[in-house]
């Protein structure tokens, strides 16, 4: 299962900018497989409905598709997490937020993240990472 994080749905349903990033975060959403996390639903709300954004998405537009995307596997934000999480930053050396996305994917039994804000296959105790957007 993999285990996908915020910036992958920020592309998937934002403005096409040429760069063909948003062509592969649909390819990857199509792919099935997926797992999600409350955190990535909540960085996705905040940062697609963002008036700074260029096409922010309206409210409706996007809690549809975080409704859609909740029927897939979700870790929830509880205290496990939280406490898995200040172990991987610790030992990883990563930031909180990056700690607390390995730590959920860790949860839920998910071998992939796929981001492009952590190290692309870096092995992270049992969960690598790949970065889908290295070669477009």
Request: hydrophobic letters at 45%; glycine letters at 6%.
């Amino acid at each position: 299962m993999r285990f996908i994080d915020t910036n992958i749905l920020l592309y998937a349903f934002g403005a096409d900018e040429g760069s063909g990033r948003p062509e592969t975060a649909r390819h990857i959403l199509a792919g099935g497989d997926l797992a999600f996390s409350i955190q990535v639903f909540q960085e996705f709300y905040v940062q697609s409905t963002h008036s700074r954004r260029k096409e922010p998405l309206t409210h409706d537009e996007a809690c549809a598709v975080i409704e859609t995307l909740a029927s897939f596997p979700l870790q929830t934000n509880d205290l496990a997490v939280f406490r898995a999480a200040l172990i991987i930053r610790d030992q990883w050396r990563v930031s909180f937020w990056d700690a607390s996305i390995l730590a959920a994917a860790r949860m839920l039994g998910c071998e992939c993240v796929v981001s492009e804000d952590l190290s692309h296959e870096q092995d992270y105790g049992g969960v690598i990472v790949s970065n889908p957007f290295l070669t477009t």
